[in-house]
């Protein structure tokens, strides 16, 4: 049984969060640590993004910095594929959905969304389009029929409710943005800033077991 939550707080298309995403991966291999998904909506609504000259601009020198901090791959499909093509719609809606109808059916939502985030930022792939998603889905072994279900079912009102839980969240602990880890332990809520963090995942992991009062084993 896990004795400390992790709540990240994120968005499938915020390239801080794939930034962060070897950080989400060291904080899996914890043991007694459990990982809570909060997916805030960065592209929703009136929010959606077409993708154009003038985005593909703006999003590039974050990326060239994500890779240069990180090592996170960005693929050409998404560089020069993705991001030039004037068909594609940034729409964090329908890869949320996926995320929920993928912890609903098999409790794996993380695993899922880190696939969309591979998907996107490496392959090119257009993660607002459900049969993408749904290819995606059986990419990590999730029952095709069960999983269509479900993204179904979430897409609209669920995913909408939590959206807005998620906003509400964020206001009560003091986020202001994608990605915001918070430790959750005995009822106390510590905010842990990621930024000093980002490709050093050993001290964040040790930087997590002080604040979740697990012993570190080279103690």
Known sequence: M??????????????????ASPLVAAARQMPAMEIRLHAGGLFVGANRRPVTPELR?????????????????????YTDGLLRDPSAVLDSEPPIAAV????????????????????????GRKLAEREVLVALA???????TAFEQ????TLGAR???????????????????????????????STIEAGEYLGRPGPWQARLRALAGHRDPAT
């Open 2 to 19: 896990a004795d400390a939550v992790l709540h990240y707080i994120h968005d499938p298309l915020c390239g801080w969060c794939y930034a």
């Open 57 to 77: 601009g703006y999003v590039l020198p974050h990326d060239r910095r994500i890779a240069q901090l990180t090592g996170q791959p960005f693929g050409e499909a």
């Open 100 to 123: 929920l109808a993928a912890d609903q059916i098999a409790g794996r939502g993380l695993d899922l969304l880190t696939r969309l985030q591979a998907a996107h930022y490496v392959e």
């Open 138 to 144: 059986k990419d990590i072994g999730l029952d095709e």
């Open 150 to 153: 479900a993204l179904d079912e």
């Open 159 to 189: 995913t909408q409710a939590h959206l807005a839980d998620t906003r509400t969240w964020m206001a009560q602990v003091g986020a202001r943005g994608f990605p915001t880890f918070v430790l959750e332990r005995g009822g106390r809520l």
